[in-house]
């Protein structure tokens, strides 16, 4: 990444306005900028289409930095098709996930990216215990969706293959509590919001299997076949 792309990245969240839990979102949107671009530059994408579009780090899809971008929550709405089609934590969400991957493949090109959350990561437990124990009903998806190798599973039939599994977003506090935000920036002095100095902590360079535990995320990239 050079340094034109890093300073758009950090003038990209400013606009967005994600200020939450210290490293929190502004971490999590900072981390994925990365991978976003170097999949920009590898695979050579020009458009990008987010569907079904959300606002979970602001607006997602600014991370894909000097593509065309298409935000759609309705794929009938949408003409022509795209280098990239993606969605972020929509696919624990989704009533059918094996025909919102179906429909996200019949309007790419070439590539489709899904990121869900990582059920791995020891945090997910504990955020089901606030919710039972603040008797606040879970509104974050099917747990047993949340990982790649459930993605990977809803694509089997499809014709494609799978690119590239990544896992992503560990900040220092590691479990994925993000309700418990206010506590976190107490502590924080909201450090993980100053972007002239934000870096990625030193859990992102662990080992690829640590990484899949630890991380807040999973994603499954992979290329639809003609």
């Known amino acids: 990444m ?29 981390v994925f900028s990365e991978i976003a671009l170097r999949f920009v530059h590898e695979l050579g994408l020009k ?24 935000r759609a929550s309705d794929a009938t709405k949408l003409a022509g098709k795209f280098d990239l089609v993606w969605n972020f934590c929509e696919f624990e969400q989704a009533r059918d996930p094996v025909r919102l991957i179906e429909t996200a493949a019949e309007l790419s090109e070439r ?7 990582n059920r791995r990561n020891l945090g997910v437990m ?6 039972a124990l603040r008797r606040v009903p ?8 949340m990982s790649f190798k459930a993605v990977k599973f809803a694509i089997e039939k499809l014709n494609a293959e799978v690119v590239e599994t ?7 506090f590691i479990l994925d509590v993000y309700e418990t935000g206010r506590f976190l920036r107490r502590i924080t002095f909201d450090a993980g919001t100053n972007l ?20 807040h995320h999973h994603y499954v990239l992979f290329r639809v076949l003609k």
């Open 2 to 30: 050079d340094e034109g792309d890093t300073l758009s990245i950090e003038k990209m969240i400013q606009r967005a306005g994600v200020s939450y839990a210290g490293f929190g979102l502004v971490y999590e949107k900072f």
């Open 47 to 70: 458009t990008i289409c987010e569907y079904p579009a959300n606002n979970l780090m602001g607006n997602n899809s600014d991370v894909f930095q000097r593509c065309e971008i298409t």
């Open 111 to 117: 590539f489709v990216l899904i990121v869900t959350q």
């Open 126 to 131: 504990i955020h089901l215990l606030y919710h």
């Open 138 to 145: 879970w509104d974050h998806g099917s747990v047993s969706r």
């Open 166 to 172: 990544g896992a992503f977003d560990i900040p220092w």
């Open 196 to 215: 002239q100095s934000m870096k990625k902590s030193m859990f992102e360079g662990w080992p690829r299997w640590t990484r899949f535990w630890l991380a």
